[in-house]
């Protein structure tokens, strides 16, 4: 696997739930021109062109979480979503000249209630269970808050 001398337009969504519908939250570290203000989901960028997405996916999971994604009791899930958006302006410099746009793969993981969560604190500062609808209202990213009203559509299916 080659990395990628910039960031490559894709990237994941793992929205992080228990079996009650408890969903995870983080919050960004300062420094990223957003701030406490900003919480979400699990996301991150594949780390070269070929690097499926669920793979992305346990890895941005055990990154920014400490939770191994396929360990018992855990259940990673393909919602088979993709969104496409333009890419935070304050972010652009981190992409190949003239890429604006990025793919995200959302994806749900069920994980035990009380899971262990440890945050990478180059990243997060904080994190939080709230319930579903809560918790989308929190999201700042419009993709993220989306992906959580859709959880219990894909739990029940």
């Known amino acids: ?13 793992v929205v992080i739930y228990t079996p009650d519908l408890q969903v995870l939250l983080l919050r960004r570290a300062l420094g990223d021109g ?14 070269a062109e070929d ?11 055990q990154e920014e979480t400490g939770i191994d994604a396929t360990a018992p009791g855990c259940r990673l899930h393909d ?10 302006p304050q972010w652009l410099h981190r992409y190949a000249p003239g890429v ?14 009380y899971t262990h969560v ?4 180059r990243e997060h500062t904080a994190f939080a269970w709230h319930a ?5 209202d929190r999201c700042y990213a419009p993709s993220n ?10 739990v029940a299916a």
């Not at 957003?34 to 780390?47: I, K, N, R």
């Not at 690097?51 to 999971?61: C, D, G, L, S, Y």
């Not at 808050?145 to 894909?154: D, G, R, S, T």
């Open 132 to 136: 579903w609808r809560e918790a989308a």
């Open 100 to 113: 604006c746009m990025n793919t995200e793969r959302v994806f749900g993981l069920e994980v035990a209630s």
């Open 118 to 121: 440890t945050l990478n604190p």
């Open 51 to 61: 690097e499926p997405w669920a793979a992305a996916a346990v890895r941005e999971v």
């Open 79 to 88: 919602w088979e979503l993709e969104n496409t958006y333009p890419i935070y």
């Open 34 to 47: 957003l701030g406490a203000a900003f919480w979400q989901s699990v996301t991150g960028s594949l780390d």
């Open 1 to 13: 696997m080659v990395v990628a001398p910039y960031k490559i337009p894709r990237s994941v969504l």
């Open 145 to 154: 808050a989306e992906a959580i009203l859709h959880l219990p559509a894909f």
